[in-house]
């Protein structure tokens, strides 16, 4: 796997252990775009780690120290996601330009890269997230074109067992058990639609919607 380095000046010292992936699309027009801000000495943001679009990565913060790529968010408890996670960056175009889905080639070094930060830093595979899993009510990447079903295929992230458990939970009990905040309930519900019911991001919970929760709770 071949990785270039290009230093972003973005970062600062972690205050928690890291524990996460936290993946996200960069909603530019093109990676060297992308790439230009992410490095530019204004722009306050960064991530550890940018893919474009056929699958060259690019390491612009070192994996122990905190890049700045999150924001305002939450996650089973943690309000800090920068400190207690890696940020990768997808390059495309976003929802401001024309969102497209991932090309294989991409995913595929995506996959890789995850791999190794899972096996070098003993992630759990229920804290790989979407940028809209930790910031519903901010955020929509990576969206619902991404494959988290292929991910969640190779160890990479949740995806729902076909168990139901014993005890059954409302949706928003459910959204909470798992990790989400549900501060503003129908940002979370497109958040969770998204991620795991992307053929029905309507903010209406229904009775998969429902079943896939339970899914994730066993």
Known sequence: ?????????????????LDSILIHYTDMPNAEETLAWLCHPQSQVSSHYLVDEEGKIFHLVPEEKRAWHAGESYWQGCTDLNSCSIGIELANSGHSHGYQPFPETQVEALM???????ARWDIPSSRILGHSDVAPRRKQDPGHLFPWETLAREGLGLWPSGNTPHKESGVREALENIGY?????????????????????????DEETHRLLMGLMV
């Open 181 to 205: 905040e549900t501060i503003s309930f129908s940002h979370t519900l497109l958040a969770f639609q998204r991620h795991f019911q992307p053929h029905k991001v309507d903010g209406v919970a």
């Open 1 to 17: 796997m071949e990785i270039l380095k290009v230093s972003s000046p973005h970062f600062n010292e972690r205050t928690l252990l």
């Open 112 to 118: 890789r890269l995850c791999q190794d930060l899972k």
